[in-house]
């Protein structure tokens, strides 16, 4: 855990990541990514837009501690899980500090990702269990968790559990990929074009939902 910022007054009650003088560029090459300062709340979505190559995915790879792009020793990245909990994750690049990075990622991370990154060789079900078989669930509370999510979200019947991804059409799989994203407790959802494959009915569903996520997590 690192000391808060000393410079700004940041609530931690209000405050995502509070980012300064954050300098990214893969294998020390050309800088892709410059923000001198950037807040990112709590209990809300946050979109980035700008054309292709301004750095939007490098961002998001950075938040979401895989990859490391930080190529400044003066860059901060303050994550703040919660009220009284603080990490710089800008610092957390060392060969030692790997447990601790997959800790985050396991506690608070959650991802959608465009290409959906569906393991071919599981079930629809195994697939959206998975993360949550990963945190140690009970298998049979990871799976009755999925079965309510593939239900709710998308309508998939229990003729269709066993299906592999390749089974299903591409606006199934990236709907797949979302239930096995909201599946798990998280702190963070990142999406990178997450409803980039779905048609307009089925991203102003999800959409839909993710809004209604965030306001019940406001109510807690």
Same mark, same amino acid.
């Given at each position: ?16 990541? @509070? ?58 990245? @303050? ?28 506690? @608070? ?51 269709? @559990? ?34 980039? /494959?779905?048609?307009?009915? /089925? ?16 109510? /807690?």
């Amino acid at each position: 855990m690192s000391d808060q910022p000393n410079q700004h007054s940041v609530d931690p009650k209000k405050t995502l990541f @509070y980012i300064e003088k954050l300098s990214c560029s893969y294998n020390e090459g050309k800088p892709v990514l410059d923000a001198k300062e950037l807040i990112i709340p709590k209990r809300k979505i946050t979109v980035l837009l700008g054309p292709s190559g301004s750095g939007k995915s490098t961002l998001l790879e950075t938040l979401g501690l895989m990859t490391q792009t930080v190529n400044n020793e003066s860059s901060a990245i @303050y994550f703040y899980p919660t009220d009284d909990h603080v990490h710089n994750i800008a610092d957390m690049w060392g060969e030692d500090q790997e447990d601790e990075r997959y800790e985050i990622r396991l506690l @608070y991370y959650s991802f959608i990702f465009q290409s959906t990154n569906l393991m071919p060789n599981f079930s629809a079900l195994e697939n959206v269990g998975l993360t949550e078989l990963i945190q140690n669930k009970p298998e049979s509370e990871a799976y009755f968790n999925a079965i309510e999510s593939l239900v709710k979200n998308l309508s998939v019947t229990s003729l269709s @559990y066993e299906k592999k991804p390749f089974e299903f059409s591409g606006g199934e799989r990236q709907r797949l990929a979302f239930a096995r994203a909201i599946n798990p407790e998280f702190t963070v959802l990142f999406g990178d074009e997450p409803t980039g /494959n779905l048609d307009h009915f /089925n991203s102003v569903k999800l959409m839909h939902f993710i809004r209604e996520f965030i306001a019940k997590q406001r109510e /807690n």
